[in-house]
T-cell receptor, first 111, second 110 residues
């Protein structure tokens, strides 16, 4: 039981490049979310999903895209990377009531 | 508006001193409230849920609906408690949204 797995752990992108951050969970959780963590700002919700095929925007969705084709996977796509997207990204999942399980994070630098 | 406020960016105490990390929330309904802890460069871990009313690693938190607060307390701080602490609010159980405060860094000095 791996929990929530995020790949890659580190990534450096050039401005304008696109990439996908992967997130997979093996707990059959319905709910999954993506957050970005920035100093002094806590964690801010980017996108979330309440089940396969259903996604919605969070607080800071601009520049990011998501899809949920299966219960297990919830990839986050950066369409055209900008320096403002330099951050640590966390994926999390939960099954209804109860706390979220977080992945170990992806540290992204956009130059 | 749904909001979580942690007024202190940094809380520094000596080992053995009591600790209180403040959390206030703004929400019109009945939220679920959580405390998460993040040790240096690691993933966030669930510390407490207000529903379970349990004590983890000596920490407790009581939901005060009148003051809309969910402060985290520990009577005697340990050096290993040094970490970033986040208070979070979940508006309802059928949503994937978890709203975080800005976080408080707890530094326990020897």
């Amino acid at each position: 039981n791996a929990g929530v797995t995020q790949t890659p752990k580190f990534q450096v992108l050039k401005t304008g490049q696109s990439m996908t951050l992967q997130c997979a969970q093996d707990m059959n959780h319905e709910y999954m979310s993506w957050y970005r963590q920035d100093p002094g700002m806590g964690l801010r919700l980017i996108h979330y999903s309440v089940g396969a095929g259903i996604t919605d925007q969070g607080e800071v969705p601009n520049g990011y895209n998501v899809s949920r084709s299966t219960t297990e996977d919830f990839p986050l796509r950066l369409l055209s990377a900008a320096p403002s997207q330099t951050s640590v990204y966390f994926c999390a999942s939960t099954q209804g009531a109860g706390g979220y399980t977080f992945g170990s994070g992806t540290r992204l630098t956009v130059v | 508006a749904q909001r979580v406020t942690q007024p202190e960016k940094l809380l520094s105490v000596f080992k053995g001193a009591p600790v209180e990390l403040k959390c206030n929330y703004s929400y019109s309904g009945s939220p679920e409230l959580f405390w998460y802890v993040q040790y240096s460069r690691q993933r966030l871990q669930l510390l407490l849920r207000h529903i379970s009313r349990e004590s983890i690693k000596g920490f407790t938190a009581d939901l005060n609906k009148g003051e809309t607060s969910f402060h985290l307390k520990k009577p005697f701080a340990q050096e290993e408690d040094s970490a970033m602490y986040y208070c979070a609010l979940r508006p309802s159980s059928n949503t994937g949204k978890l709203i975080f405060g800005q976080g408080t860094t707890l530094q326990v000095k020897p």
